[in-house]
């Protein structure tokens, strides 16, 4: 049966996707592709993206092309040439990969850094052109019910919205994750400050076209080119000494530099570059098993939230909504049985990404002996090795996203 007939047959599901960021916008795309109708609840008053950079994967190519934005983000972004880790201590190289041609050809896309809002917009160009998907704004939800027909949202004003089934991609604190699952953040102690400086601020030596992960003990720095290199994004990640909260602030440059006593003078220099910073205390969660209940299910940072040490946030919530799109379409719109396949198709993978980012972040932040062990780890490894230790992470693509017993 065509999916015209199928559409002329009966009426297909609607869905009310709860939050408008990067996973919730695509999520909803995703699914206005798949023919269904899409309601989606941003609490925010004007849509858009706070924070600065981030990094692209070929995985999330992939994503993007299969959701129609890959075209308009290779537009805006950065292609990088190098991915390279500096220690921050003696300034030794401890690994430079090259990510050009060779790295293109073996995994079919880019690694590339791009502004958050820029990958935002080009995603909501092609939500703001689709009429299956309605967005509201200045809605804050205060609960979610379901029952045997449907689920019904409410947000702060008292206003109600009624659909078949609901999507959360609300973030760590999500309401959707309080309902479906109930568990507690695991706040890290990790406090990432990130902000963006002009080129002309950042030093000539440190004009790289590459992700540079500066490791020093308890701490990292990270700069790359934004916007044709007019830009640098500049995070800076340490263990805090205070008991922390979730959350996100102004931060001051005294205290960064109170963290960073222990690092060369020439990663130092960029601490005092930015003249304004914003501070996330970050949190994760433990992988669960289900994060599916009835007429709801998770996707990005409200299924699986992760800090930031493989740069695979954003990119997981783009496999999650490709997926979630394509188990959609391959159980003809029943939406239990898609919930259940996307589900088995992402509950190992995104647990293996929380997991390994932890160990990452461990290595990136190794001191006293573990540094000299760290140092060693890639000592010798050659271009090809370093694909085929990451081929798992990156060859994701649309044609093998859901699980093979589907």
């Known amino acids: 049966m065509h999916s015209s007939d199928r559409e002329s047959a009966r009426a297909l599901p609607s869905v009310i996707v709860a939050g408008a960021g990067i996973g919730g916008i695509a999520a909803a795309l995703a699914l206005a592709k798949q023919g269904l109708h899409v309601t989606v609840l941003e609490q925010a008053a004007e849509l858009g993206e706070i924070g600065a950079g981030l990094q692209l994967g070929p ?75 309605e967005l509201v704004t200045s809605c804050r939800i205060e609960s979610i019910g379901q029952d045997e027909q449907g689920v019904t949202v409410t947000d702060s004003t008292g206003r109600a919205f009624r659909s078949g089934y609901l999507i959360g991609c ?20 990790h406090v990432v ?20 992960v500066w490791a020093g003990p308890n701490c990292h720095l ?23 909260t979730w959350g996100v602030t ?22 005092s570059l930015p003249s304004s910073w914003r501070r996330w205390s970050t949190a994760d969660r433990e992988p669960v098993d289900s994060w599916t209940r009835g007429r709801i299910t998770l996707l990005g940072d409200a299924a699986h939230p992760m800090m930031q040490y493989l740069a ?44 390994s980012v932890r160990e990452m972040g461990r290595l990136y932040h190794a001191a006293g002996v573990e540094r000299l062990v760290r140092n060693e780890l890639w000592k010798g490894r050659s271009a090809a090795g370093f694909y085929e ?18």
Request: aromatic content about 8%.
């Open 170 to 189: 609300d973030g760590v604190r999500s309401i959707a994750r309080e309902t479906v699952v109930g568990d507690g953040v695991r706040v890290s102690g």
């Open 250 to 271: 102004e931060g001051s440059q005294e205290e960064v530099l109170s963290y960073f006593t222990g690092i060369a003078e020439l990663p130092r220099k960029l601490l």
């Open 222 to 244: 990270v700069h790359y080119p934004l916007r044709g290199g007019e830009l640098y994004n500049l995070v800076v990640t340490f263990h805090s000494r205070e008991q922390e």
């Open 193 to 212: 400050y990130r902000a963006v400086v002009p080129v002309a601020a950042m030093p000539e030596e440190l004009r790289m076209n590459a992700p540079v």
């Open 389 to 406: 230790a990451l081929a798992w992470l990156y060859d994701w693509n649309v044609a093998n996203c859901l699980a093979k017993d589907a």
């Open 59 to 133: 995985n999330a190519f992939a994503a993007l092309d299969a959701l129609g934005a890959g075209e308009r983000v290779r537009e805006l972004a950065v292609f990088t040439e190098r991915l390279v880790m500096m220690d921050a201590v003696d300034c030794g190289v401890v690994a430079s990969f090259d990510v050009g041609d060779a790295f293109r050809a073996r995994f079919n896309n880019p690694y590339a850094v791009i502004h958050r809002a820029d990958i935002h917009t080009a995603i909501l160009e092609q939500v703001r052109g689709n009429p299956l998907i």
């Open 312 to 355: 695979q946030g954003a990119c997981m919530a783009l496999e999650d909504a490709v997926t979630l799109g394509e188990a959609v379409r391959h159980c003809e719109y029943d939406m239990q049985a898609a919930f259940a396949l996307y589900q088995r198709s992402r509950i190992a993978r995104t647990a293996r990404v929380v997991l």
